[in-house]
């Protein structure tokens, strides 16, 4: 197990923000990483596990306490069952699920980070969630101290959670099962009506596995939500904040709201959610509160390519960001009366 003290943690992280890390412990077998937690836990210190930090707001002041970086290794697939270690490239792993023609994960091409971090807050992008492939979770449990196997039944996914992101001190993940879909080399579904237009076909049609994951990653790269490190607008943690869920009731407040504020011919845009809800877009709020694209003048901005991703243009602290956040929030609220929450994990500071 690789060892350092008062380490510097932003490198660790998309954003490239944060203070040090008292310790920093690099575990490459899951023996190692239970190992490291218990240490921690049976001398009460504080744990910080690391991915593949996309998701990750870490404070100016670093992080008192053990971080530990999930840097495990292993991909099995055997027909159509595939079994990834917690410290996989998920993008890598992607690629090797449509190279060996299995449908299911191919539109999710691209999102940065582990593979351990994908149940956590069922991540998910055009048209695909982690909840619909996977069939169950191993997980190191603190509370009991035990390994256990987590079923996808009891894994309680929802849109951008899960039981894991309830009890963030609770579980280390440290495997994750799929059961993918042979269907001939063509894609899941098409769910998505971006990436339905973008490729010329209908929603609900099947294409060629590479041509789904070659027009995501396209997609993505448009929006700069493909890490680039010579391209700033991917110095950030993807989305920013969640997209709302509304009840029937808030969402007609909110389209009446619209309409006052931007005249009767504006229409939010208004996606089901699942019974008398329905989900709005968070990027649309932030655009029309009269954040833009590129907004900013200081080493935080909004992306020049999405309104949801704020980045850290080179030279910016975690307070940058955070003050940047905090002034959209406010603005959101103020335009439209909705509170946004915000998407990555944050150490040492809220927003
Ligand atoms: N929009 C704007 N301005 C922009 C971009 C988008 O107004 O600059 C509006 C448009 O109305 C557009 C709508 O927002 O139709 C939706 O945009 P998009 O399709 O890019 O989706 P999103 O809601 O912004 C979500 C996920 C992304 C995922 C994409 C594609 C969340 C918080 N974000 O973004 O996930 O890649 O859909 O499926 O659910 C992430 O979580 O980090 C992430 C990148």
């Known amino acids: 197990?690789?060892?350092?003290?008062?380490?510097?943690?932003?490198?660790?992280?998309?954003?490239?923000?944060?203070?040090p890390a008292t310790r920093l412990v690099t575990a490459t077998t899951d023996a190692e990483v239970i190992e490291a937690v218990r240490e921690a836990d049976d001398t009460g210190t504080p744990l910080l596990v690391i991915g593949g930090g996309s998701n990750l707001v870490i404070?100016?002041?670093?992080?008192?306490?053990?971080?530990?970086v999930i840097a495990t290794k292993g991909v099995t697939l055997d027909g159509t069952h595939l079994e990834l270690a917690a410290g996989e490239v998920w993008t890598d792993a992607v690629a090797r699920t449509v190279e060996a023609g299995l449908a299911?994960?191919?539109?999710?091409?691209?999102?940065?980070?582990?593979?351990?971090?994908t149940p956590i807050q069922n991540v998910g992008a055009y048209?695909?969630?982690?909840?619909?492939?996977?069939?169950?979770?191993?997980?190191?449990?603190?509370?009991?101290?035990?390994?256990?196997?987590?079923?996808?039944?009891?894994?309680?996914?929802?849109?951008?959670?899960s039981r894991f992101k309830s009890d963030p001190e609770r579980y280390v993940v440290l495997r994750v099962r799929f059961r993918l879909e042979d269907a001939e080399g063509?894609?899941?579904?098409?769910?998505?009506?971006?990436?339905?237009?973008?490729?010329?076909?209908?929603?609900g049609d099947?294409?060629?596995?590479?041509?789904?994951?070659?027009?995501?990653l396209k997609l993505r790269s448009g929006k700069g939500m493909v890490l680039d490190p010579e391209d700033h607008d991917t110095w950030s943690a993807g989305s920013f904040f969640t997209n709302p869920i509304l009840t029937d009731e808030q969402f007609a407040?909110?389209?009446?709201?619209?309409?006052?504020?931007?005249?009767?011919?504006?229409?939010?845009?208004?996606?089901?959610?699942g019974e008398g809800h329905t989900k709005t877009s968070a990027a649309w709020l932030i655009d029309k509160a009269g954040f833009t694209k590129?907004?900013?003048?200081?080493?935080?901005?909004?992306?020049?390519?999405?309104?949801?991703?704020?980045?850290?243009?080179?030279?910016?602290?975690t307070e940058d960001l955070l003050t940047l956040a905090r002034e959209v929030v406010a603005g959101v609220h103020e335009t439209f009366g909705i509170t946004l929450v915000n998407e990555p994990v944050t150490v040492g500071v809220t927003l």
């Open 206 to 216: 099947r294409v060629p596995l590479d041509k789904a994951r070659e027009t995501v």
């Open 104 to 117: 299911g994960v191919e539109c999710l091409a691209g999102i940065p980070g582990s593979a351990g971090a």
């Open 294 to 317: 590129g907004y900013g003048t200081g080493p935080a901005r909004i992306s020049t390519k999405h309104t949801l991703a704020l980045t850290n243009r080179g030279e910016a602290t």
């Open 186 to 203: 063509l894609s899941a579904p098409i769910k998505y009506a971006e990436t339905a237009r973008a490729l010329g076909v209908e929603p």
């Open 59 to 68: 404070g100016d002041k670093g992080f008192a306490g053990t971080a530990l």
């Open 253 to 273: 407040a909110f389209h009446a709201r619209v309409e006052q504020r931007l005249g009767t011919d504006a229409v939010p845009p208004a996606y089901p959610a």
């Open 127 to 161: 048209g695909q969630e982690v909840s619909s492939t996977i069939t169950e979770v191993v997980a190191y449990d603190r509370t009991t101290r035990e390994t256990v196997t987590v079923p996808n039944a009891d894994c309680a996914f929802s849109y951008r959670h």
């Open 1 to 19: 197990m690789l060892e350092r003290h008062d380490a510097p943690l932003a490198p660790l992280t998309t954003f490239r923000l944060g203070g």
